[in-house]
């Protein structure tokens, strides 16, 4: 109240005035109470109204939708999301796994453990598609026939998943990872129908295979998996096992067939290519590298051989920096690989069959050979040994070829290695205790 309103007639007026203001006051209130009660009501039915809708799924139209590889190297085995419109809402959303945050605490270290923690989220579809259409992704949806009971069931079931307790999993680059989640997703709903339609038949791929080809892009990481695999990844597969390649998802499910009491009808009712791309088509097998790293084996080991014999300054620096290398090459490469054995928990890295290659032994021969460079280098006998037993072990990991035991596909690693190897301890060799380099 002002301060100014003193007088007995303008008091009169003042309570006037205020008993008119809490009249009208009163009288909104009231019609604020009141359509707050018939909005809430009508709320309240509406809401009544919506679980129905949703419960028996015939509001639902669901979708898997497959993004084709990107640029970025996380990006090569593309993505796969389930998408649901729910026409009484009029929403549409993207369910995504596959979710990780380079942020979140001991991402790395859980990484080199093989302990990640990725996650599942919802984003709205259009917020997803405008991102990959920035990228030049391939976009496919395909429409799946699937009941309103199925729908329904699998929605709820995305919903819980969904919930913060239940988004976070432990995440497997073959077993677990964001095609095969949504895999076990619509073989849930779909009460088993897509194992069993897919188990058991396959087209002779590997889980190596399907990697390197998707990977091919990106060379050195591809050899880099290649090295870093073990036999787990040379199993022939099924097409359920494939489908962790969001791609190869996508084609199994346009196979399926569902029983319906009118019969069989295909999963897959209607398909559309969103976004065509600009990124090039991954190759359908990975090059064949067993002639091309023969030769350049071949072709190394006699260069090193003539490096060896011939001693002059000219030749041996080359030599002492190749050698010192290639060692500490294989050393540190022998040692990261029984990490992944015995210190992690990528099975798809253990029982490695390079680390007959690889070997940690080589670290031993790295102190000779950064001084071998002398005029006078003369390597202990020990070294000698070390050096020919690390021939004897790749050597034998070209025997163990002919083996039942030995599966792993790394034929292009021993004879990459196997000669240069040989070489080495060769030129070592040539160099006796007591005489003059």
Known sequence: MSRTLGLPLRRRKSRARRQTLAGIGLGVLLTALVLL???????AQALAAQPAADTDGSNLEVSLLTIGPGEIFFERFGHNAIVVRNRARGETVAYNYGIFDLEQGDFLVN??????????AVDELDDDLAMYKDEGREIVEQRLNLAPEQAAELTRFLDWNA????????????????????????????GGALHAQSEGRSRGYTYRLDALRLMAPEPVLMLLIDLGLGPYADQRIDFWQESFVPAS????????????????????????????????????????????FLILGVALGAILLWFGRRRSAATRI????????????????????????????HYSAWRNENLLLLSPLCLLLVPSWLISAR???????????????????????????????????????????????????????????????
């Not at 919930?163 to 677990?176: Q, V």
């Not at 346009?254 to 791309?277: C, D, F, H, K, Y």
């Not at 920096?321 to 992690?344: K, Q, R, Y």
């Open 375 to 437: 005029a006078r280098w003369q390597p202990p006998r020990w070294h000698r040994l070390i050096a020919w037993t690390v021939v004897g072990l790749a050597a034998f990991a070209l025997f163990s070829k002919i083996l039942p035991w030995f599966a792993q596909a790394n034929l292009q690693w021993i004879v990459l290695f196997l000669p240069m190897h040989v070489a080495l301890a060769i030129s070592m060799a040539r160099i006796q205790p007591g005489r003059a380099g």
């Open 111 to 120: 990484f080199a453990r093989g302990r990640m923690r990725y996650r599942m």
């Open 163 to 190: 919930r913060p307790e239940n988004a976070f999993y432990r995440y497997d680059y073959f077993t677990a990872n964001c095609s095969t989640r949504v895999r076990d997703a619509l073989d849930h709903a779909l």
């Open 249 to 292: 998802l996508s084609t199994l499910a346009s196979r399926i067939s569902l029983q319906t009491p009118n019969g069989s009808t295909p999963l897959i009712g209607e398909s559309r290519t969103v976004n065509a791309g600009n990124i090039a088509a991954p190759p359908v097998l990975p090059p064949d590298l067993r002639w091309p």
């Open 318 to 345: 080359p030599l002492a920096v190749f050698a010192t290398v290639f060692e500490l090459f294989c050393g540190i490469g022998g040692c990261l690989l029984l990490f992944l054995w015995f210190g992690s928990d």
């Open 37 to 43: 009660l018939v909005s809430g009501h009508a709320s």
